[in-house]
Protein backbone atom coordinates (compact mmCIF):
# COMPACT_ATOMS: atom_id res chain seq x y z
CA UNK A 1 0.00 0.00 0.00
CA UNK A 2 1.20 3.38 -1.35
CA UNK A 3 2.61 6.05 1.28
CA UNK A 4 0.35 8.94 1.99
CA UNK A 5 2.47 11.97 0.78
CA UNK A 6 2.26 14.43 4.68
CA UNK A 7 -0.01 17.48 4.47
CA UNK A 8 1.91 19.15 7.29
CA UNK A 9 3.50 22.59 6.74
CA UNK A 10 7.01 22.59 7.91
CA UNK A 11 7.54 24.65 10.90
CA UNK A 12 9.05 28.33 10.43
CA UNK A 13 11.95 28.67 13.24
CA UNK A 14 11.03 32.07 13.84
CA UNK A 15 13.82 34.10 15.92
CA UNK A 16 12.54 35.37 19.36
CA UNK A 17 12.66 39.43 19.65
CA UNK A 18 12.35 38.86 23.57
CA UNK A 19 15.79 40.58 24.00
CA UNK A 20 15.81 43.11 21.85
CA UNK A 21 12.30 44.19 23.82
CA UNK A 22 13.89 43.49 27.43
CA UNK A 23 16.75 45.97 26.26
CA UNK A 24 14.59 48.53 24.91
CA UNK A 25 12.44 48.55 27.97
CA UNK A 26 15.40 49.26 30.36
CA UNK A 27 16.68 52.29 27.89
CA UNK A 28 13.31 53.91 28.04
CA UNK A 29 13.24 53.30 31.95
CA UNK A 30 16.95 54.76 32.49
CA UNK A 31 15.79 57.47 30.04
CA UNK A 32 13.16 58.45 32.45
CA UNK A 33 14.57 58.09 35.48
CA UNK A 34 17.64 60.54 34.13
CA UNK A 35 14.57 63.08 32.74
CA UNK A 36 12.67 62.67 36.37
CA UNK A 37 16.23 63.33 38.34
CA UNK A 38 16.69 66.17 35.74
CA UNK A 39 13.62 67.46 36.67
CA UNK A 40 13.96 67.26 40.86
CA UNK A 41 17.68 68.43 40.60
CA UNK A 42 18.12 72.03 42.22
CA UNK A 43 18.58 74.59 40.15
CA UNK A 44 22.49 75.86 40.28
CA UNK A 45 22.58 78.80 42.31
CA UNK A 46 24.00 82.18 39.85
CA UNK A 47 26.95 83.26 40.79
CA UNK A 48 26.68 87.00 42.17
CA UNK A 49 27.52 89.74 40.05
CA UNK A 50 30.84 91.33 41.39
CA UNK A 51 28.81 94.37 42.49
CA UNK A 52 27.05 91.54 44.65
CA UNK A 53 30.50 90.81 45.69
CA UNK A 54 31.22 94.48 46.74
CA UNK A 55 28.71 94.71 48.71
CA UNK A 56 28.15 91.59 50.79
CA UNK A 57 31.95 91.85 51.54
CA UNK A 58 31.40 95.54 52.84
CA UNK A 59 28.83 94.57 54.72
CA UNK A 60 31.16 91.54 56.45
CA UNK A 61 33.58 94.01 57.14
CA UNK A 62 30.63 95.94 58.85
CA UNK A 63 29.44 92.97 61.28
CA UNK A 64 32.80 92.05 61.85
CA UNK A 65 33.74 96.16 63.13
CA UNK A 66 30.55 95.19 65.29
CA UNK A 67 32.02 92.16 66.46
CA UNK A 68 35.65 93.80 67.28
CA UNK A 69 33.88 96.53 69.43
CA UNK A 70 31.76 93.15 71.25
CA UNK A 71 35.52 91.86 71.78
CA UNK A 72 36.47 95.33 73.17
CA UNK A 73 33.96 96.14 75.23
CA UNK A 74 34.09 91.88 76.64
CA UNK A 75 38.24 92.65 76.61
CA UNK A 76 37.86 95.41 79.30
CA UNK A 77 34.81 93.87 81.44
CA UNK A 78 37.13 90.75 81.94
CA UNK A 79 40.21 92.98 82.50
CA UNK A 80 37.99 94.94 84.83
CA UNK A 81 36.87 91.86 86.79
CA UNK A 82 39.96 90.47 86.89
CA UNK A 83 41.03 93.09 89.07
CA UNK A 84 38.07 92.81 91.28
CA UNK A 85 38.84 89.27 92.19
CA UNK A 86 42.09 89.88 92.76
CA UNK A 87 41.23 92.33 95.18
CA UNK A 88 38.95 90.31 96.56
CA UNK A 89 41.01 87.08 97.10
CA UNK A 90 43.67 89.50 98.32
CA UNK A 91 40.80 90.87 100.97
CA UNK A 92 39.61 87.69 101.70
CA UNK A 93 43.20 85.94 102.74
CA UNK A 94 43.79 89.49 104.85
CA UNK A 95 40.33 88.54 106.52
CA UNK A 96 41.41 85.02 107.33
CA UNK A 97 44.77 86.14 108.84
CA UNK A 98 42.92 88.07 110.80
CA UNK A 99 40.35 85.55 111.78
CA UNK A 100 43.30 83.35 112.63
CA UNK A 101 45.11 85.73 114.43
CA UNK A 102 42.16 86.07 116.95
CA UNK A 103 41.38 82.54 116.88
CA UNK A 104 45.14 81.94 118.24
CA UNK A 105 44.13 84.82 121.00
CA UNK A 106 40.88 82.61 121.63
CA UNK A 107 43.58 79.77 122.06
CA UNK A 108 45.86 81.43 124.35
CA UNK A 109 42.86 82.29 126.84
CA UNK A 110 41.46 78.69 126.76
CA UNK A 111 44.93 77.46 127.54
CA UNK A 112 45.41 80.09 130.46
CA UNK A 113 42.07 78.69 131.90
CA UNK A 114 43.09 75.50 131.68
CA UNK A 115 46.74 75.57 133.59
CA UNK A 116 44.67 77.85 136.04
CA UNK A 117 42.06 74.86 136.25
CA UNK A 118 39.22 76.51 135.06
CA UNK A 119 36.22 74.60 134.22
CA UNK A 120 36.29 72.52 131.31
CA UNK A 121 33.28 73.96 129.19
CA UNK A 122 35.24 77.09 128.87
CA UNK A 123 38.06 75.61 127.52
CA UNK A 124 36.24 73.69 125.07
CA UNK A 125 34.33 77.25 124.30
CA UNK A 126 38.06 78.68 123.12
CA UNK A 127 39.34 75.91 121.36
CA UNK A 128 36.47 74.48 119.50
CA UNK A 129 36.32 75.20 115.32
CA UNK A 130 33.18 76.69 116.04
CA UNK A 131 33.16 79.01 119.03
CA UNK A 132 30.11 80.75 117.71
CA UNK A 133 27.69 78.19 118.77
CA UNK A 134 28.59 78.84 122.49
CA UNK A 135 27.60 82.62 122.41
CA UNK A 136 24.23 82.18 123.33
CA UNK A 137 25.50 80.59 126.64
CA UNK A 138 25.12 83.78 128.94
CA UNK A 139 26.64 81.80 131.90
CA UNK A 140 29.60 80.94 130.05
CA UNK A 141 30.00 84.38 129.03
CA UNK A 142 29.77 85.99 132.48
CA UNK A 143 32.70 84.08 133.55
CA UNK A 144 35.10 85.91 130.82
CA UNK A 145 36.80 89.04 131.31
CA UNK A 146 35.65 92.14 129.44
CA UNK A 147 38.53 91.46 127.21
CA UNK A 148 38.17 88.26 126.33
CA UNK A 149 34.48 88.95 125.84
CA UNK A 150 36.04 91.77 123.03
CA UNK A 151 38.01 89.35 121.17
CA UNK A 152 35.17 86.57 121.05
CA UNK A 153 33.22 89.55 119.82
CA UNK A 154 36.16 90.11 117.31
CA UNK A 155 36.31 86.71 116.40
CA UNK A 156 32.63 86.59 115.50
CA UNK A 157 32.94 89.98 113.20
CA UNK A 158 35.86 88.84 111.69
CA UNK A 159 34.47 85.20 110.88
CA UNK A 160 31.29 86.80 109.29
CA UNK A 161 33.42 89.34 107.08
CA UNK A 162 35.47 86.88 105.81
CA UNK A 163 32.34 84.29 104.83
CA UNK A 164 31.14 87.65 103.40
CA UNK A 165 34.01 88.23 101.19
CA UNK A 166 34.50 84.46 100.24
CA UNK A 167 30.81 85.16 99.01
CA UNK A 168 31.28 87.75 97.32
CA UNK A 169 34.90 86.59 95.26
CA UNK A 170 32.62 83.41 94.52
CA UNK A 171 30.28 85.91 92.71
CA UNK A 172 32.95 87.82 91.20
CA UNK A 173 34.51 84.74 89.53
CA UNK A 174 31.52 83.91 87.85
CA UNK A 175 31.03 86.89 86.60
CA UNK A 176 34.53 86.70 85.04
CA UNK A 177 33.77 83.21 83.67
CA UNK A 178 31.35 84.32 81.45
CA UNK A 179 32.80 87.88 80.91
CA UNK A 180 35.83 85.84 79.02
CA UNK A 181 33.14 83.00 77.51
CA UNK A 182 31.52 86.70 75.77
CA UNK A 183 35.28 87.60 74.89
CA UNK A 184 35.81 83.93 73.21
CA UNK A 185 32.67 83.92 71.58
CA UNK A 186 33.13 87.46 70.17
CA UNK A 187 36.14 86.60 68.94
CA UNK A 188 35.30 83.98 67.04
CA UNK A 189 32.49 85.87 65.12
CA UNK A 190 35.32 88.21 64.08
CA UNK A 191 37.02 85.50 62.71
CA UNK A 192 34.00 84.32 61.05
CA UNK A 193 32.96 87.00 59.02
CA UNK A 194 37.11 87.80 58.09
CA UNK A 195 36.84 83.94 56.39
CA UNK A 196 33.79 84.83 55.04
CA UNK A 197 34.42 87.98 53.40
CA UNK A 198 38.22 86.16 52.47
CA UNK A 199 36.38 83.55 50.76
CA UNK A 200 34.02 85.51 48.72
CA UNK A 201 36.92 87.57 47.19
CA UNK A 202 39.08 84.43 46.69
CA UNK A 203 36.34 83.31 43.98
CA UNK A 204 36.52 86.47 41.90
CA UNK A 205 38.65 85.94 38.48
CA UNK A 206 41.25 88.50 37.22
CA UNK A 207 38.19 90.35 35.51
CA UNK A 208 36.58 90.40 38.49
CA UNK A 209 38.86 91.59 41.04
CA UNK A 210 39.86 94.40 38.18
CA UNK A 211 35.80 95.36 38.05
CA UNK A 212 35.69 95.57 41.63
CA UNK A 213 38.89 97.74 42.37
CA UNK A 214 37.06 99.87 39.24
CA UNK A 215 34.09 100.03 41.72
CA UNK A 216 35.71 101.20 44.47
CA UNK A 217 37.65 103.75 43.10
CA UNK A 218 34.55 105.28 41.58
CA UNK A 219 33.25 105.11 45.16
CA UNK A 220 36.18 107.10 46.69
CA UNK A 221 35.94 109.48 44.06
CA UNK A 222 32.02 110.22 44.79
CA UNK A 223 33.63 110.35 48.59
CA UNK A 224 36.17 112.53 47.94
CA UNK A 225 33.40 114.80 45.87
CA UNK A 226 31.51 115.28 48.69
CA UNK A 227 34.39 116.20 50.76
CA UNK A 228 35.31 118.84 48.56
CA UNK A 229 31.53 120.54 48.90
CA UNK A 230 31.95 119.96 52.31
CA UNK A 231 35.06 121.59 52.80
CA UNK A 232 33.59 124.62 50.49
CA UNK A 233 30.76 125.17 52.74
CA UNK A 234 32.53 125.04 55.57
CA UNK A 235 35.50 127.33 54.68
CA UNK A 236 32.65 129.87 53.41
CA UNK A 237 30.67 129.66 57.05
CA UNK A 238 34.19 130.42 58.56
CA UNK A 239 34.69 133.76 56.20
CA UNK A 240 30.92 134.80 56.84
CA UNK A 241 31.96 134.31 60.54
CA UNK A 242 34.92 136.30 60.35
CA UNK A 243 33.08 139.33 58.42
CA UNK A 244 30.66 139.03 60.96
CA UNK A 245 33.01 139.01 64.07
CA UNK A 246 34.75 141.76 62.47
CA UNK A 247 31.59 143.78 62.21
CA UNK A 248 30.98 143.25 65.71
CA UNK A 249 34.16 144.65 66.82
CA UNK A 250 33.97 147.50 64.34
CA UNK A 251 30.53 148.89 65.86
CA UNK A 252 31.62 148.57 69.53
CA UNK A 253 34.51 150.15 69.00
CA UNK A 254 33.02 153.04 67.28
CA UNK A 255 30.90 152.72 70.24
CA UNK A 256 33.85 153.72 72.31
CA UNK A 257 32.87 150.68 74.59
CA UNK A 258 35.98 150.07 76.75
CA UNK A 259 35.69 146.58 76.78
CA UNK A 260 34.77 145.51 73.30
CA UNK A 261 37.17 142.32 72.57
CA UNK A 262 35.78 140.65 76.11
CA UNK A 263 32.71 139.08 74.63
CA UNK A 264 34.69 137.70 71.96
CA UNK A 265 37.75 136.89 74.23
CA UNK A 266 35.99 134.18 75.95
CA UNK A 267 35.20 132.32 73.17
CA UNK A 268 38.42 132.42 71.38
CA UNK A 269 39.93 131.51 74.79
CA UNK A 270 37.61 128.29 74.82
CA UNK A 271 38.09 127.91 70.89
CA UNK A 272 41.81 127.82 71.24
CA UNK A 273 42.14 125.42 73.32
CA UNK A 274 40.39 122.65 72.13
CA UNK A 275 42.19 123.53 69.08
CA UNK A 276 45.83 122.69 71.15
CA UNK A 277 44.36 120.04 72.22
CA UNK A 278 43.22 118.80 69.02
CA UNK A 279 46.87 119.82 67.19
CA UNK A 280 48.19 117.18 69.69
CA UNK A 281 45.21 114.61 68.90
CA UNK A 282 46.20 115.31 64.87
CA UNK A 283 49.72 115.14 65.21
CA UNK A 284 50.19 111.77 66.85
CA UNK A 285 47.62 110.05 64.31
CA UNK A 286 49.61 111.48 61.60
CA UNK A 287 52.37 110.08 62.86
CA UNK A 288 50.23 106.21 62.25
CA UNK A 289 49.51 106.16 59.02
CA UNK A 290 50.68 103.35 57.11
CA UNK A 291 50.30 101.29 60.26
CA UNK A 292 47.90 98.08 60.17
CA UNK A 293 44.20 97.55 60.94
CA UNK A 294 44.62 94.42 63.76
CA UNK A 295 41.19 94.12 65.47
CA UNK A 296 41.15 94.55 68.85
CA UNK A 297 44.84 95.99 68.72
CA UNK A 298 45.10 99.48 70.99
CA UNK A 299 48.71 100.37 69.77
CA UNK A 300 51.56 101.31 69.25
CA UNK A 301 52.30 98.69 65.84
CA UNK A 302 49.15 98.35 65.00
CA UNK A 303 45.37 99.63 65.80
CA UNK A 304 41.73 98.96 65.43
CA UNK A 305 39.62 101.92 64.49
CA UNK A 306 38.45 102.67 68.18
CA UNK A 307 41.60 101.81 69.66
CA UNK A 308 43.38 104.72 67.39
CA UNK A 309 40.76 107.24 68.58
CA UNK A 310 41.79 106.48 72.37
CA UNK A 311 45.31 106.50 71.46
CA UNK A 312 45.02 109.78 70.02
CA UNK A 313 43.51 111.81 72.45
CA UNK A 314 45.52 110.24 75.11
CA UNK A 315 48.22 112.21 73.50
CA UNK A 316 45.85 115.20 74.19
CA UNK A 317 45.69 114.06 77.82
CA UNK A 318 41.91 113.08 77.17
CA UNK A 319 40.82 109.64 78.48
CA UNK A 320 38.30 107.90 75.87
CA UNK A 321 36.33 105.03 76.74
CA UNK A 322 37.61 102.07 74.92
CA UNK A 323 34.41 100.95 72.22
CA UNK A 324 32.84 103.22 69.77
CA UNK A 325 29.67 102.54 71.80
CA UNK A 326 31.24 104.25 74.45
CA UNK A 327 33.42 107.10 72.70
CA UNK A 328 30.19 108.52 70.90
CA UNK A 329 28.39 109.42 74.53
CA UNK A 330 31.53 111.23 75.44
CA UNK A 331 31.44 115.57 75.04
CA UNK A 332 29.35 117.40 73.09
CA UNK A 333 27.24 116.14 69.54
CA UNK A 334 28.29 118.25 67.00
CA UNK A 335 26.59 118.69 63.01
CA UNK A 336 28.57 117.35 60.19
CA UNK A 337 28.26 120.96 58.78
CA UNK A 338 30.07 122.40 62.00
CA UNK A 339 32.71 119.88 62.39
CA UNK A 340 35.76 120.70 63.73
CA UNK A 341 39.64 119.44 63.51
CA UNK A 342 39.87 116.52 66.31
CA UNK A 343 35.81 115.73 66.48
CA UNK A 344 35.41 112.08 66.02
CA UNK A 345 32.85 111.12 63.38
CA UNK A 346 30.77 107.33 63.90
CA UNK A 347 29.31 105.42 61.31
CA UNK A 348 26.83 103.23 60.42
CA UNK A 349 23.65 102.63 62.31
CA UNK A 350 25.33 100.04 64.55
CA UNK A 351 28.14 102.88 65.15
CA UNK A 352 30.53 100.10 64.68
CA UNK A 353 33.83 102.44 63.38
CA UNK A 354 34.64 105.74 64.16
CA UNK A 355 37.11 108.63 62.77
CA UNK A 356 39.06 111.47 63.62
CA UNK A 357 37.93 114.36 61.72
CA UNK A 358 41.01 116.50 60.17
CA UNK A 359 39.52 119.16 57.92
CA UNK A 360 38.09 119.82 54.43
CA UNK A 361 36.03 116.57 54.43
CA UNK A 362 39.11 113.95 55.64
CA UNK A 363 39.31 111.77 58.59
CA UNK A 364 42.17 109.91 59.58
CA UNK A 365 41.13 106.47 61.28
CA UNK A 366 42.08 102.22 60.77
CA UNK A 367 39.75 101.47 58.04
CA UNK A 368 39.35 97.43 57.80
CA UNK A 369 41.38 94.21 58.41
CA UNK A 370 44.26 93.82 55.35
CA UNK A 371 44.29 98.19 55.23
CA UNK A 372 46.60 100.54 56.68
CA UNK A 373 45.77 103.84 59.42
CA UNK A 374 45.08 105.90 56.46
CA UNK A 375 43.46 109.61 55.35
CA UNK A 376 40.25 109.60 54.02
CA UNK A 377 36.66 111.19 53.06
CA UNK A 378 34.43 110.81 55.73
CA UNK A 379 31.67 110.18 53.30
CA UNK A 380 33.23 106.77 52.52
CA UNK A 381 30.98 105.44 54.57
CA UNK A 382 27.33 106.06 55.91
CA UNK A 383 27.82 109.04 58.73
CA UNK A 384 25.42 107.99 62.22
CA UNK A 385 26.99 111.25 63.95
CA UNK A 386 29.71 113.34 65.42
CA UNK A 387 31.17 114.35 69.11
CA UNK A 388 33.74 117.21 70.31
CA UNK A 389 35.21 114.75 72.93
CA UNK A 390 36.59 117.52 75.15
Request: hydrophobic content about 35%.
Amino acid sequence: MPVLASHRKPRTRVRSTTPAVGFTTAALASVTLLSTQSATAAPTEPKPSVEEVQKKVDDLYRQAGSATQQYNKAKTASAQQRSRVDSLLEAAAKRADKLNETRRELGHYAAAQYRGGAIAPTATFFLADDPQAYFDQDQLMARMTAQQQKAVGDFRTQQNEAAAKRVEATKSLETLTESQATLRSSKQQVQNKLAEARTLLSKLTAEEKARLAELERKKEAEAERKAEELARQQAAAAKAKAEADRAAEEEEASAGEADSGTGTGSGTGSDSGYASKADKVLSFARAQIGKPYVWGATGPSSYDCSGLTQAAWKAAGVDLPRTTWDQVKVGTRVATADLQPGDLVFFYDDISHVGIYKGDGMMIHAPKPGANVREESIYYMPIYGSVRPA
